[in-house]
């Protein structure tokens, strides 16, 4: 079992900056890859970026690519987003996973999920 706690979100202003992080507990978090998605209201949850266990490799979806960065520090048991010149349709519910695939860009290869932090951008 891996529990996962997002925090970071906000209310910011179109091209301001946030970081998420997702703090993991539980067994081997350095065994799995983890991945950042995104539930606006009313749409389904996005992916948004990924990473694998040992961070050397990256995978983020074409509207964030170029300002958005995932990373992870596996002593600390972190996983982070900086998210940077934030744009009104960012704004959504941002959730940290867990999974044993990488590159997995669809929720369903996912095994643990966050409850999900709070990310507004007021235009």
């Known amino acids: 079992q891996v529990q996962l706690v997002e925090s970071g979100g906000g209310l910011v202003q179109a091209g301001d900056s946030l970081r998420l992080s997702c703090a993991a507990s539980?067994?081997?978090?350095?065994?799995?890859?983890m991945g950042w998605f995104r539930q606006a209201p009313g749409k389904e949850r996005e992916f948004v970026a990924a990473i694998m266990w040992s961070g050397d490799s990256t995978r983020y979806a074409d509207s964030v690519k170029g300002r958005f960065t995932i990373s992870r520090d596996n002593a600390k048991n972190t996983v982070y987003l900086q998210m940077n010149n934030l744009k009104f349709e960012d704004t959504a519910v941002y959730y940290c996973?867990?999974?044993?695939?990488?590159?997995?860009?669809?929720?369903?290869?996912?095994?643990?999920w966050g409850q999900g932090t709070q990310v507004t951008v007021s235009s």
């Open positions: 996973a867990a999974g044993i695939r990488f590159p997995a860009v669809t929720k369903e290869k996912y095994n643990y």
């Open positions: 539980g067994r081997a978090f350095s065994s799995y890859a």
